[in-house]
């Protein structure tokens, strides 16, 4: 089974900030980072240090080369990324609060410049059982999961950034959904703060699909028709929660790939995302396999 994450790929400009910044005010912030995200190369950092053989296809322009050399430094399959002209990467201005919480200002660029030629150039080399993931960051979307259904290959869809665009695409076709209770309220109309609402009903609007939703501190749920997995968080010194959700959706996507025991996987994915928040950044506070698992060995004995 190949894994073929076709996704976004960000540079992130983060400002420390006393407080986000509210309509009509000015907040001075008390520093300013850049680094490398996106949703999209993100999870396929997180799947790669997680173990997993990834292809990542995407876009940048000519200012996003470090991204494309970050991919393939991480070990990420690079050979379905293009360097366009005329276009600038993508990227965005996230505020970084004292709490560690983010609000993200996304400015497409590249990302949105995916053609279904691209597509089509991409999907030639995958094949049925082999494993689609995206997020709502880049652009061809509903041409990207007809084609990926029709050669058979399963998918996984992450439909963050939620905007109108979701709502057109072929939802049916997707088999697995991560989603937080903010997108899974606005996918089915059913109340986000609803928790045993979501959970009970959630199955019924995607029969076929399994799903992992993500509730913040409240740690997360799969479910899978009658199945219920609970998994809390594990505590951390909070420092930034960017690349989060896209930590914790990688790891738990080895366990899919690799076969492995669901609840497993969910502890792992979770112990992931405890130390990405212990760090400042995206991609680069995403941890290596072995970080994880020693977490484990140590709480453990
Ligand atoms: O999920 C976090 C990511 O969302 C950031 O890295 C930013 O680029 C946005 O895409």
């Known amino acids: 089974m190949k894994v073929l994450n076709f996704g976004s ?32 190369l993100n999870q396929s950092v997180a799947m790669a240090r997680a173990g997993l053989d990834v292809y990542h296809a995407g ?23 293009e360097i366009l002209e005329n276009v600038p990467t993508g990227h965005t201005v996230i505020q970084n609060d004292l709490e560690g919480d983010n609000s993200i200002l996304l400015f497409s660029g590249a990302n949105r410049a995916i053609t279904p030629r691209m597509v089509d150039q991409v999907l030639k080399d995958f094949e049925q ?18 084609c990926a259904h029709e050669k058979g290959m399963t998918i ?53 699909a399994r799903i992992l939703l993500t509730l913040g501190a409240r740690g997360s749920y799969y479910l899978e028709g009658e199945r219920v997995i609970h998994q809390p968080i594990y505590p951390a010194r909070v420092l930034d929660t960017t690349a989060a959700g896209d930590t914790f959706s990688g790891y738990f996507i080895r366990s899919i790939v690799l076969g492995e025991d669901i609840k497993k996987g969910l502890d792992l994915a979770a112990r992931a995302a405890a130390i990405t928040v212990s760090r400042r950044g995206a991609a680069p506070s995403i941890p290596f396999l072995e970080e994880v698992v020693d977490t484990r060995d140590s709480s453990q004995g």
Do not use: W
């Not at 960000?10 to 520093?31: F, M, Q």
């Not at 494309?68 to 990324?81: D, E, H, P, R, T």
């Open 156 to 208: 996984i869809f992450n439909p963050s950034p939620m905007d109108q665009i979701i709502k057109s695409l072929p939802l049916e076709y997707v088999d697995y959904f991560f989603v937080n209770e903010i997108e899974a309220g606005q996918l089915t109309n059913l109340n986000p703060m609803d928790e045993k609402g979501l959970i009970r009903e959630l199955p019924g609007y995607f029969p076929k």
């Open 9 to 40: 790929m960000n540079i992130d400009y983060v400002y420390k900030v006393p407080h986000t910044v509210a309509r009509g005010e000015t907040v001075s912030s008390l520093s300013r980072e850049t680094f490398i995200g996106g949703k999209g």
């Open 129 to 146: 059982g082999d494993l689609l993931i995206f997020q709502n960051e880049i652009s061809q979307l509903a041409y990207l999961v007809e």
């Open 59 to 81: 876009a940048v322009g000519q200012d996003g080369k470090d991204l494309v050399n970050f991919l393939g430094a991480a070990g990420v399959n690079i050979s379905y990324v």
